[in-house]
Structures are given as C-alpha cells and as structure tokens.
C-alpha cells in the first residue's frame, strides 16, 4: 500500500512538471527541437490525468491513515 502510494505522488509530481506552461517543449529548450508538441487536447487530456492521479493519491493517503490506526 505504502509502495502505491510513493509510486502515485512521484507520477503526479513528474506530470505537473511536464505540465509547466512557460515551456513549450521537454526542459525549456526551444521548439525548434525535437521536443513535445503540446496542441490544446494533449494539455487538457493531460491536466485530466494529473487531477485524477491527485485524487487517487488522496483517497491512498486517506486509505493509509485508517489502515495505520486499526493496528
């Protein structure tokens, strides 16, 4: 349970940075390369899954506090 919920923060901290809209390509290179095309529906698809990963991180952390207090 513990290991589910390392692995669900670490993929919502790594996809709210590859969320960031001040770049628009993978570490702020320029768009020249060969980076990430980000068009409208990738991002909203993206902020969906980054929601919805927050959420399960939650009800984890919520999991894990009532499961740590019954033992």
Same mark, same amino acid.
């Given at each position: 349970?513990?290991? $589910?919920? =390392?692995? *669900?923060?670490?993929? +919502?901290?790594?996809? *709210?940075?590859? &969320? &960031?809209?001040?770049?628009? #390509?993978?570490?702020?290179?320029? !768009?020249? #390369? !060969?980076?990430? &095309?980000? +068009?409208?529906?990738? @991002?909203?698809? $993206? @902020?969906?899954? *980054?929601?919805? &990963?927050?959420? $399960?991180?939650?009800?984890?952390? *919520?999991? =894990?506090?009532? #499961? #740590? +207090?019954?033992?």
């Amino acid at each position: 349970m513990k290991g $589910l919920w =390392y692995l *669900i923060g670490f993929l +919502t901290i790594i996809l *709210i940075l590859i &969320n &960031n809209p001040k770049f628009t #390509s993978l570490g702020g290179f320029p !768009s020249k #390369s !060969s980076g990430l &095309n980000v +068009t409208r529906s990738t @991002q909203k698809s $993206l @902020q969906i899954i *980054i929601i919805i &990963n927050i959420c $399960l991180f939650l009800l984890c952390t *919520i999991l =894990y506090v009532l #499961s #740590s +207090t019954i033992y």
